[in-house]
């Protein structure tokens, strides 16, 4: 059974940091290039930031580059973003996303909510 856990939410000031976190299992998470979206009140979900099986490559988004960094350890099934200097654009649920690097096969996770507030 595939599962994609999302923690490491919650509220947060203006200026601070967060590492979300998503453990993977059911799957060949080193095969799955993984991804963090996020969802705002209103408005569609966005690509956040995404990461390749192999760890050597990463995207994101122009409104987080040099804030976020997304990163893996395959050892453990595991994803994390860091979030350094948040501002309160950045309230929204987050989504941990797996997309099959060889299949058409893709897995969402719950989602987790992030409050940027003072």
Known sequence: QVQLVESGG???QPGGSLRLSCAAS???FSDYAMSWYRQAPGKERELVATI???GA?????DSVK???TISRDNAKNTVYLQMNSLEPEATAA????AR???LPTSHWGQGIQVTVSS
């Open 66 to 68: 040099g804030r976020f």
């Open 100 to 102: 099959s690097m060889i």
């Open 52 to 54: 390749r099986g192999d």
């Open 94 to 97: 987050y989504y941990c996303s």
């Open 26 to 28: 059911g799957f060949t």
């Open 57 to 61: 490559v990463t995207k994101y988004a």
């Open 10 to 12: 919650g509220l947060v």
